[in-house]
């Protein structure tokens, strides 16, 4: 599986947009892009995922450029309760494949 | 979602002991569950990957007989620590991928072990 590149901490005022970068510039054609979040304490929780198109639910967007090498995961309004560790992921679909997490980005959300 | 539920969510035991984990599956059968593992501070990392009916596949570096997964049936796998140790301490979380998306996995809400 590819490997991804995240800052390792982001601060984001809340109400404002949270933006967070992922380059994954090993990525291959049939990987999908991943996005969990973990809040302290808590296990991982699944975001959203792309493979070439930009995606969007109600949790959040996910844009993926052309070229597929990096991404930017969007929390449009984020609130304190975003505060998270926020990982990307590069893989196959997951039906049967573990995830294999990086050091992730962790995101303060302040008041 | 699937919801997954692990017990006990916390525990505290003396070295040598053993400590039995478990994982269900609420709401929808799973043939396969994942084991990870979090030290404070770093990311999650996978221990084994829990099989129904056959036996689990464990990464390298993890002691298949110092952590014993049973996936007794399709709604229930659990991890044993035997001999634990201080430095088995850590967050033990599951996960089951969903099936039918094969997309999204589901995680436990962990369970954090201390072994003093």
Redesign the interface.
């Known amino acids: 599986d590819a490997k991804t590149t995240q800052p390792t901490s982001m601060d984001c005022a809340e109400g404002r947009a949270a933006n967070l970068p992922c380059n994954h510039s090993t990525i291959s054609g049939n990987e ?1 892009v ?1 996005w969990y979040r ?1 809040i302290h ?6 975001i959203i ?1 792309g493979l070439k198109n930009n995606e969007t639910n109600e949790m959040a967007s996910l844009i993926i450029t052309e070229d597929r090498k990096s991404s930017t995961l969007i929390l449009p309004h984020a609130t304190l309760r975003d505060t998270a560790v926020y ?1 990307c992921i590069v893989g196959r ?12 980005t962790r995101l303060t959300v302040i008041p | ?1 699937a919801v ?1 539920s692990q017990h006990p969510s916390r525990v505290i035991c003396k070295s040598g002991t053993s400590v039995k984990i478990e994982c269900r599956s609420l709401d929808f059968q799973a043939t ?1 569950m ?1 084991w ?1 593992r979090q030290f404070p501070k770093q ?4 221990m084994a ?1 829990s099989n129904e009916g056959s036996k689990a596949t464990y990464e390298q570096g993890v002691e298949k007989d110092k952590f014993l997964i049973n996936h007794a049936s399709l709604t229930l796998s659990t991890l044993t620590v035997t001999s634990a140790h201080p430095e088995d301490s850590s ?1 033990y ?1 599951c ?1 089951v ?3 039918v ?10 369970t ?1 072990l201390t072994v003093t």
Request: aromatic fraction near 24%; charged fraction near 10%.
């Open positions: 999908y991943y973990q304490s808590q296990g991982p929780q699944y995922h990982y679909r997951t039906g049967a494949n573990n995830l294999f997490f990086g050091t992730g | 979602g997954v396969t994942f990870y990311s999650l990392m996978l990957t967050f979380i996960s991928p969903d099936g998306s094969s997309y999204e996995q589901y995680f436990g809400p962990g954090r």
